[in-house]
């Protein structure tokens, strides 16, 4: 079936810093993407989201680009504040046959920036 | 806040015992999702209603079942539960169809003892 493969963590950075998080998938037909964040004691908030391939997500100055060439969706951030210390994951959105579809999410890599 | 309310928050029950989680979508959301999330699982779908319809099931076991109300309220029963069952369990609800962004409540923390 579908899966989603995203770097392990901790990832620690100082404030200011260049993120990338890396996201690869496997899948056979062409899913939707996306990034979700969990904040402490929160469930998830969307972050951002691809629909077809070379689209970029974008929002509160993260990005990721839905390459289909390497299976890859990588978040980046270019400058990273205290307040982005979060759990991030990638998912990606398997339709079932009944023309639903649900999220199949990698296992998270968890942010911490320091001051 | 997302708009999906689930009650409780927490929740401890011994092994054997039953417990039933409650979770009311965003208004106007047709589509309610179940998800666990554990440490050795990660995030793992359990099972899906559209307007009051099973409509998908993941990797739910048989002693877990969930329904979908009229006024499209769910709630999600754990039956005869281990200590493995143990986990935050997280409704998500959407419009419904293909690519409409799932919003997540804030989940309700089971602790098997």
């Known amino acids: 079936g579908d899966s989603v493969t995203q770097m392990e963590g901790p990832v620690t950075l100082s404030e200011e810093a260049f993120l990338t998080i890396n996201c690869t998938y496997t899948?056979?037909?062409?899913?939707?993407l996306f990034w979700y964040v969990q904040y402490p004691g929160e469930g998830l908030q969307l972050l951002l989201k691809?629909?077809?391939?070379?689209d970029k997500g974008s929002n509160k100055g993260f990005e990721a680009t839905y390459r289909k060439e390497t299976t890859s969706f990588h978040l980046e951030k270019g400058s990273v504040q205290v307040s982005d210390s979060a759990v991030y994951f990638c998912a990606l959105s398997d339709y079932m046959n009944t023309g639903f579809q649900k999220l199949v999410f990698g296992t998270g890599t968890r942010l911490l920036v320091s001051p | 806040d997302s708009g999906v309310t689930q009650t409780p928050k927490h929740l401890i029950t011994a092994t054997g015992q039953r417990v039933t989680l409650r979770c009311s979508p965003r208004s106007g959301d047709l589509s309610v999702y179940w998800y666990q999330q554990s440490l050795d699982q990660g995030l793992q779908f359990l099972i899906q209603?559209?307007?009051?319809?099973?409509?998908a099931k993941g990797n739910i076991l048989e002693r877990f079942s969930a329904q979908q109300f009229p006024d499209l309220h769910s709630e999600l029963n754990l039956s005869s539960l281990e200590l493995g069952d143990s986990a935050l369990y997280f409704c998500?609800?959407?419009?419904?169809?293909?690519?409409?962004?799932?919003?997540f409540g804030q989940g309700t923390r089971l602790t098997v003892v």
């Open positions: 691809a629909t077809k391939a070379d």
């Open positions: 899948a056979t037909g062409y899913p939707s």
């Open positions: 209603y559209y307007n009051g319809e099973e409509r």
């Open positions: 998500a609800s959407s419009v419904g169809g293909i690519d409409t962004e799932a919003f």
